[in-house]
């Protein structure tokens, strides 16, 4: 099953895709997340203390639970996102893109030559070898989403220059690391960050490419917002905070009985 296309196909139509984020590693929270129904499982080996081996549990947890699996790489950097790509994710995201070059590097890194530069060795991304080779390199750029983050001033002012790479499937918008690049940490909804926010949509539409933003689950109004602004998709929610909302609530109930 190519949940690649799946999401793809859901980007082009009228109904938003919806992901989650897993922090944690242990890969029965990924598991769990997807069978409550989010389109994507957004691993987060980034901010979270993932190996590749977990990276790997984490993937087959999603798909085996229904939901593409969607890695957002520490770096942009081809020694790290090779080997991720050989565990099959669905989807790959490189934090921090801000420059054509850098757009470059990351669509490079991801596709065989002689589009990119991508080493061949596949494991899990050619179902370790059932996959004939003629067959799983004729269809390995289409197996996963390529997928840019866009989180620094610097990358909304080159978004033009960015979108002429070749190879990259959809922008996210990290809202957190956008407002702290204007001296902003944390206040996403102040005007001057809710400005580039509205000019990052506007380009992606003008320019006709998917985008969609990560966010936190907690203000509804926010939400609200990044969907008026017409996104694709929207990973909100994750581990941390449905665990820390979850007791906080139950303690506070319990507390107030009394």
Not at 90 to 96: H, K, L, N, Q
Request: proline share 5%; with cysteine; net charge negative.
């Amino acid at each position: 099953m190519n949940r690649a296309k799946q999401l793809l196909d859901k980007f082009s139509g009228s109904e938003l895709a919806v992901g989650g984020h897993v922090f944690f590693t242990d890969a029965s929270i990924s598991e769990e997340m997807a069978c409550w129904g989010y389109d994507f499982i957004w691993i987060d080996a980034e901010h979270g203390p993932f190996d590749k081996e977990k990276i790997l549990q984490s993937i087959v947890a999603a798909n085996n639970a229904g939901a593409a699996a969607i890695v957002r790489v520490t770096v942009n950097d081809p020694a790290f996102i090779k080997p991720v790509l050989e565990m099959g994710p669905d989807g790959v995201i490189s934090p921090m893109v801000c420059t054509r070059e850098e757009a470059q590097r990351f669509a490079d890194a991801c596709l065989y030559p002689p589009k990119g530069a991508r080493g061949f060795g596949p494991r899990r991304a050619n179902r370790y070898g059932a996959i004939p080779s003629g067959s799983y390199l004729e269809n390995a750029s289409k197996s996963f989403l390529r997928i840019a983050q866009i989180e620094h001033v610097k990358a909304v002012e080159n978004l033009e220059e960015i979108f002429q790479v070749d190879g990259i499937d959809a922008y996210v918008v990290g809202p957190n690391d956008l407002s702290g690049s204007i001296g902003r940490l944390g206040d996403t909804q102040h005007p001057e960050v809710v400005a580039l926010f509205d000019e990052i949509a506007q380009k992606c539409k003008a320019a006709g490419k998917i985008f969609g933003t990560s966010i936190g689950p907690n203000d509804r109004q926010y939400i609200r917002d990044w969907i008026a602004r017409g996104i694709h998709f929207i990973s909100c929610g994750d581990d941390i905070s449905f665990i820390a909302n979850g007791t906080r609530d139950t303690i506070a109930f319990i507390k107030g009985c009394r």
